[in-house]
């Protein structure tokens, strides 16, 4: 198989990865996707991609040695269940770069217990090898249309389920990140924040608490006050990592529009949530 023509290389399987893609289409871009997770499978109706489908080494090589830029999305929940798979592959892409010139983003989200220790991990790697020009970018939790991943999603679930009772597995006062999807994809396709040999950055659009998360989401829903919410007071505190925000970029989209686009979306998809208990029994 010859590649001919060189382009983006996006690396994941996720809904940020789609998203960046969708980004690329409308600059009129056919980006190369690596579907590793094999859960978010994109629709050729919806996106133009190359798909890299061969599981043939040397395929995936060639790839790599196509592509002027790569964008590596790592989902916090899935690398912990794919970690050595993950791992393997992220060595392999770095040992087909070896030294070539090539903008390489690791694009990292969601919250575990070790967020902080997993995006060190990462970051390792990525100094001991010889690419010059890589950054990571740690979004917290990203949410948004097409999001079937993270605490909004999983939010919105509980409360089609049961409206009325509430039970939300998470410390009422712990804090996280958040940043709508298409800021996130924005983000990491922008010229404006520079890339550097070691570069590793937060971005986000705010950090609230779980117990303002919820408030935000039943109020824009309506049933703010006449359901009952249950946090989990004895659950682990996962606080935001430490890192630094890029000077040249700016989210578009605040919390209370991605909320109210967010919840659009899912109730097109899934059907209204209703003040109704099990409202889907």
Known sequence: MGIQVKSTLIIGGDPLSCKIIERLNKRYQT?????????????????????????????????????????????????????????EILNRVIDSIGGAMVNFTIAVYQYTSKSKEEIMELSNILRDCRIKTWKIMYFGEIYGEK???????????????????????????????????????????????????????????????????????????????LCKINFNENADRTEPPNLPQPKGFKPKINIIDGLNRTIGWFEGEYGPIQVLKNNNK
């Open 147 to 225: 999001v079937d991943i993270g605490v909004v999603f999983e939010t919105l679930k509980i409360l089609k389920e049961d409206c009325m009772n509430i039970k939300i597995p998470l410390h009422p006062d712990e804090k996280r990140s958040y940043i709508y999807v298409d800021d996130a994809a924005r983000a990491v396709l922008s010229r404006n924040i520079h890339m550097e040999e070691g570069a590793i950055y937060l971005l986000k659009d705010v950090t609230i608490s779980n117990r303002t998360l919820l408030k935000r989401i039943t109020e824009l829903i309506g049933v703010n006050g």
């Open 31 to 87: 980006p190369y996707y690596w579907n590793i997770y094999g859960t978010s499978k994109i629709s050729t109706e919806e996106y133009e991609a190359e798909i890299i489908s061969d599981g043939n080494v040397k395929v995936y090589e060639e790839y790599v040695s196509r592509s002027p830029e790569i964008v590596f999305t790592i989902p916090l929940k899935i690398f912990n269940e794919k970690r050595g798979e993950t791992i």
